[in-house]
Structures are given as structure tokens and as C-alpha cells.
């Protein structure tokens, strides 16, 4: 017999602010389920509460990420203690990654960790992400690298993973899987998007059998005003709202 998902309402409990985080962070976790990106129940999206540097949503242990919801979403503390007495349990482990770059990353409102094919693929190969694709270069112009130290459970490893992240916004962990973070959840999701599309899209291509052609260094160094400049500045926020609408239109109740 299967569990219940008890709902626990946390609209009346908590802030305009917090709801609307809440509201965007379960939408970011349907969004990764829809395009297959998600792994049962494990892997993790966090986000930081409005107005709080020590506070963070993240999704109850146990639920598949097409079943979260703004009130099913837990509030933790940097260390992975739950707050507000909410009777759902996360999963400490797997918030080490996770505490790690939101307490060294003032701007890290919005934290994607992801095992997809793909994006393990890349992370196994020697040379990592290569700029042969114009999606790639997004990516590329702002990335960085962490070496495989086993499961993230040993809290040393957290400030040799923030040293790898520098100022970056996405990272490869090698033999791992996928990171990226934004100010925002929006920031986040167009930073994970782009990495992961990339990913792909090289497998594809390795897989053809055929020379590959990279694009030239100066190209990449350039990209990051090319990409504001097709954002008109906004970032994720230019393409959140239709992600939005997408997700009303195939089941809204991500934000109940």
C-alpha cells in the first residue's frame, strides 16, 4: 500500500514573499520532471526565503518532483534543521551541496543539482563541456569544475566545492551530475536549461562519429553580452512567465 501525501497548507503561515518563492520553487521542480530531467526522488532544487540569509525551501524527502507543491515545501535552516515545527523531513545529505553555496553565495537565491543522462555523461569525460554548440557557449562562459570526493556527506568537502564555484553560476560535478544557481529561481532554471541542452546536444554529436568543430575562444569570451542582449537583459525572467503559463495549462496545482 502506498504512502499518502499528507498536505500541509502553508499559505496563511508565511509572507506574500515566502509564497511566491514557494510558488516558483515547486513550479522549477515540475518543470524538471517534465523535461525528464529528475531522478525518483533524489537530487534537490533549493531556494532561499525573501528577506532571510539563513532560511531555505527545498522539497520534502520521498515526494517525486511532478508532486510538489508551494505547502509541501520545506523551510530549513543552513545545517539542514527544519523550521516552523513542519512534520516533513528532508533528506540532510542531500542539502549538503546545497547549504554549501547558499551560505558562501550571498547571490545564490535559487540552487539546481540534477543526474540527468546527459549531464553525467559530460561530467565523465576528460575534457567536460566542449564549446561546439552556440547553447553551449552560454554555459561555457561562466562554468567550473568539481572533482568526485564520493557521496556529499562529509561537510570538509563544502569549502573545496565553493573555492571550484568561484564566481561561476554553473558548475560540472565530475562523475556526478549538474549544478547551477541564479539571484533567482528563474536565473536558476535558464542557467540549468542551457547547461543541460548543451550536454545533450554534445552526446548527440559525439555520437555521430564525426570530427567536431569547436568554436573559437574569442566567440566565447564575447558570448555573455550577446546573451543579455537576446534576454533584453532580464535573464530567466524574460521566459519564466510563459514557463509558467505552460505549467497552469497541464496542472496548475504547483501552487497550492
Known sequence: MSEKVVPFDRRN?????????????????????????DDLIFTHISARVPGSHDHFL??????MFEEMTASNLVKVGLDGTVIDDDPNAINPA????HSAVHEARPDAGCVIHLHT??????SAQEEGLLPI????????????????EGVA???????????????????????HGTLAIGATV????????????????????????GKLRHVSKP???GIMAQAKEVTRGLGGALAWPALLRKLDRIDPSYRT
Not at 554548440?133 to 572533482?147: C, K
Open 13 to 37: 503561515s508565511c509572507s506574500d514573499a515566502e509564497w511566491q518563492a514557494r510558488i516558483d520553487l515547486a513550479a522549477c521542480y515540475r518543470l524538471v520532471a517534465l523535461y525528464g530531467w
Open 58 to 63: 527545498v522539497n520534502r524527502y520521498g515526494l
Open 94 to 97: 542531500g542539502f549538503t551541496i
Open 117 to 122: 543522462n546527459a549531464g553525467v555523461a559530460v
Open 133 to 148: 554548440s552556440q547553447t553551449a557557449l552560454f554555459p561555457l562562459a561562466q562554468i567550473s569544475y568539481h572533482d568526485y
Open 153 to 175: 556527506l562529509n561537510p570538509d568537502e563544502k569549502q573545496r566545492l565553493v573555492a571550484d564555484l568561484g564566481h561561476g553560476k554553473v558548475m560540472i560535478l565530475r562523475n
Open 186 to 209: 528563474a536565473d536558476a532554471f535558464l542557467n540549468i536549461y542551457s547547461l543541460e541542452r548543451a550536454c545533450a546536444m554534445q552526446i548527440m554529436a559525439q555520437a555521430g562519429g
Open 219 to 221: 566567440i566565447v569570451d
